[in-house]
């Protein structure tokens, strides 16, 4: 499809769009915090900083250590800016079309050159989640490709609560996974989002959904490559492109033409 076919969608069923930023490790990280924060306050002036613990398997057994992230949170807590020793990430709930978010993105990623000068990008991934509802008179086939429906030849047995999918694919640029859980539930987001810093809704009464989880990334494995914020910003441009297109294929013509238009 030609980019100008990909339409943009006034009622989009987005939740949050996340990149993340792997980069080769910068143990005092801390003493840069304070700097960071000031380059980043005016648009992000709720800071937050959390301990998470890392478990890694050794040969004399199993270590545990706490590593410290800070967030830097916009006003409406709609967006966010996460940073820890090996890692930044950039996450909204506010997503106006993919330029705008790498807009974002590459202010953080400036800021984080500029001051912390990590040498390598190891990983970059990105992240859409989509909850798409069901309403009346509609169906879960007329809205998604039936694959990620309830399977027909159970559809007699009773009614739908809970089918979910997991589906891995090797692309040009790394690798796509697409997750589903579709039934009758009050969830938003999948599961394992855990802990964000922004404000994501939460639906106090269940009803027929399904949420959509594109996770596309970029890994440099054995390479090393050097971190340089025009090349971050073009892979991430790649991961989307293909991230797109699966939501395309994914769901129907009447839910993008009609549903979300």
């Given amino acids: 499809m030609d980019v100008a076919d990909y339409k943009k969608l006034e009622n989009q069923?987005?939740?949050?769009?996340?990149?993340?930023?792997?980069?080769?490790?910068?143990?005092?990280i801390a003493e840069y915090v304070p700097e960071i924060q000031e380059a980043l306050r005016k648009q992000y002036p709720i800071p937050?900083?959390?301990?998470?613990?890392?478990?890694q398997v050794q040969p004399g057994g199993i270590a545990v250590s706490a590593i410290d992230r800070w967030a830097f949170i916009s006003s409406d807590k709609k967006s966010a800016i996460d940073i820890n020793q090996e890692r930044l990430v950039y996450i909204?709930?506010?997503?106006?079309?993919?330029?705008?978010?790498?807009?974002?993105?590459?202010?953080?990623?400036?800021?984080?050159?500029?001051?912390?000068e990590p040498s390598l990008i190891l990983r970059i991934g990105l992240r859409y989640s989509d909850l798409v509802i069901v309403d009346d008179g509609e169906e879960i086939t007329g809205l998604v490709n039936e694959h990620f429906g309830l399977p027909n030849c159970i559809e007699s047995l009773g009614e739908a609560r809970q089918h979910s999918t997991d589906t891995f694919l090797h692309t040009e640029m790394g690798g796509l996974a697409i997750r589903t859980l579709y039934g009758k539930h009050n969830l938003t987001?999948?599961?394992?989002?855990?802990?964000?810093?922004?404000?994501?809704?939460?639906?106090?009464?269940?009803?027929?959904?399904?949420?959509?989880?594109?996770?596309?990334?970029?890994?440099?494995k054995d390479e090393s490559?050097?971190?340089?914020?025009?090349?971050?910003?073009?892979?991430?441009?790649?991961?989307?492109e293909t991230s797109r297109e699966a939501f395309w294929k994914?769901?129907?013509?009447?839910?993008?033409?009609?549903?979300?238009?």
Wanted: hydrophobic share 40%; with cysteine; proline share 6%.
């Fill in 13 to 28: 069923p987005l939740k949050f769009v996340l990149a993340e930023f792997r980069f080769s490790p910068v143990m005092q």
């Fill in 48 to 55: 937050e900083k959390r301990s998470e613990q890392t478990v």
């Fill in 92 to 116: 909204t709930s506010e997503y106006p079309r993919f330029a705008g978010f790498s807009d974002a993105c590459k202010q953080a990623i400036e800021t984080l050159v500029n001051i912390v």
């Fill in 189 to 220: 987001c999948l599961p394992d989002v855990q802990g964000l810093p922004i404000s994501i809704t939460a639906d106090a009464v269940p009803s027929e959904r399904i949420i959509l989880d594109f996770d596309h990334y970029w890994e440099a």
């Fill in 225 to 240: 490559v050097s971190f340089e914020t025009n090349d971050v910003l073009e892979k991430l441009a790649m991961l989307h």
């Fill in 250 to 261: 994914v769901t129907t013509d009447y839910a993008r033409n009609e549903k979300w238009a």
